[in-house]
Nanobody, 126 residues
Framework: QVQLVESGGGLVQAGGSLRLSCAASGRTFSNYVMGWFRQAPGKEREFVAAISWGGGSTSYADSVKGRFTISRDNAKNTVYLQMSSLKPEDTAVYYC???????????????????WGQGTQVTVSS
């Protein structure tokens, strides 16, 4: 089992920045591909970003490319999502997720992830 706890969400004005953190416990963190997803009210959960077990490979949704950066610190069992130039359409609950890195580099499909955090709310005002 892997336990994931997100933090860092909040209310920010458009154009501002936030950094989300996701602390993992329970298993060897470096064995897992990590991802960030988000879900706005009335919408489906969507992929935001993912990072390989070693941090050498990343993937981003087109809607956040160039504005968001995913990173990880395996010594601290933590994955981050640095969000800049935030827009009102970025408003959502943000979730981190983990899946065993069994020959995979990054995963963009939420259904393939095995473990999820409880989510953290990000609200961007216009």
């Amino acid at each position: 089992q892997v336990q994931l706890v997100e933090s860092g969400g909040g209310l920010v004005q458009a154009g501002g920045s936030l950094r989300l953190s996701c602390a993992a416990s329970g298993r060897t963190f470096s064995n897992y591909v990590m991802g960030w997803f988000r879900q706005a009210p009335g919408k489906e959960r969507e992929f935001v970003a993912a990072i390989s077990w070693g941090g050498g490979s990343t993937s981003y949704a087109d809607s956040v490319k160039g504005r968001f950066t995913i990173s990880r610190d395996n010594a601290k069992n933590t994955v981050y999502l640095q969000m800049s130039s935030l827009k009102p359409e970025d408003t959502a609950v943000y979730y981190c997720a983990a899946v065993r890195a069994l020959g995979i580099v990054v995963v963009r499909t939420w259904g393939r992830y095995d473990y999820w955090g409880q989510g953290t709310q990000v609200t961007v005002s216009s």
